[in-house]
DNA sequence: TATTGTTATACTCTATAACTATA
DNA sequence: TATAGTTATAGAGTATAACAATA
């Protein structure tokens, strides 16, 4: 392969290529930070869905966010012990824990709020208002084709659970 | 926050959201593809690196992929043991490793080419060439203004190369 | 002494499996 | 017996630091 690589190759020319590239990149500014609010960006996903639905049992913030019910139980007691989060237990069930917002998490998914607009506005800062737009209907519509959850990032989602054939964890490297 | 959730807060509705949604959806595609030819995504990574300039030593390679030279000597010797990869001593400076691509490493370049051709048909279905090439064209300007090396996947870059003040290795999470 | 490459070690994150309690 | 949640263990992937060879 020459260094003149635009042609038919595209190896890494194509749109699917700096999707994954921009995604990325991305993911690694909107960690930095949501850093500066001591959160990881699993963290600010689960703060998400709970402000979304609160008062859901963990496995059922599991299925929705796609990942194991074990790994969720470390990220509640994370955001539990600093106040974030609130376990109630149902007096109906009292096997489930209706994990709830509190006062101090609600304001921190307000600085949440702030911080992706900040995010936002900085990546796409290229981009006036229209073309945002524009990229923003492109996108959607590819999200949608791929039956992807609005709001769910796919990183919670572990692989082998779609590709029941796949062959080991390498799958899932940073690429 | 209500489930009506598209107001300006923009939590997870934003272009760059949405942006690292659909790049973690097109890494783990992608994924799922080369494993077929036995590759990981850092593999093909770097096989397109040498590809695209062969003959250069592992410093070079490194520097330019973002990462630390220990991890290279790792892929590399996982893709020379393959017979995809090959180490050339240079004689007139005899610590370099000249890093070339073995007959079967270009034959196996076709193969990436192929793969990632359809990789990209796929994850774009919801588009027409005419849309795919206006979203193409946006991204292309999103990525040049955010700094990113064509062709080069961030996934090799470390954080805290480029954030001094980096709180710690869970900047890197999945998100 | 500086640089290329290598090896050894430790750490982070996540997944898997075994366990407890409620039903 | 089945389900929600928890704990314990192991594995993959990467980074950091010490080392050997060549300049």
């Given amino acids: 392969m020459s260094p003149s690589e635009a042609d038919s190759a595209l190896p890494a020319g194509g749109g699917a290529f700096l999707l994954t590239q921009l995604g990325t990149h991305a993911a690694q500014a909107f960690?930095?930070?949501?850093?500066e609010?001591?959160?990881?960006?699993?963290?600010?996903?689960?703060?998400?869905?709970?402000?979304?639905?609160?008062?859901r049992s963990q496995q059922a913030l599991a299925q929705q966010l796609g990942t194991a019910?074990?790994?969720?139980?470390?990220?509640?007691?994370?955001?539990?012990?600093?106040?974030?989060?609130?376990?109630?237990?149902?007096?109906?069930?009292r096997r489930l824990h209706a994990v709830h917002?509190?006062?101090a998490g609600e304001a921190v998914m307000a600085d949440i709020g702030r911080v992706s607009r900040d995010h936002d506005d900085a990546v796409l800062s290229a981009l006036d208002p229209a073309e945002r737009e524009q990229l923003r209907a492109l996108l959607a519509r590819v999200a949608t084709d791929r039956g992807?959850?609005?709001?769910?990032?796919p990183g919670?989602?572990?692989l082998?659970?779609?590709?029941?054939?796949s062959p080991?964890?390498?799958?899932?490297a940073t690429y």
Same sequence: chains 1, 2.
């Fill in 69 to 93: 019910p074990t790994r969720l139980v470390a990220l509640v007691d994370g955001l539990e012990q600093r106040g974030l989060l609130e376990r109630r237990r149902n007096p109906g069930d």
């Fill in 156 to 158: 919670y989602r572990t």
């Fill in 148 to 153: 992807l959850t609005p709001g769910v990032h």
């Fill in 37 to 55: 609010l001591d959160l990881t960006p699993p963290q600010a996903g689960l703060l998400r869905a709970v402000a979304f639905g609160p008062g």
């Fill in 160 to 165: 082998s659970a779609a590709d029941p054939g």
């Fill in 168 to 172: 080991s964890r390498e799958d899932r």
């Fill in 101 to 103: 917002l509190s006062v």
């Fill in 31 to 35: 960690a930095e930070r949501i850093a």
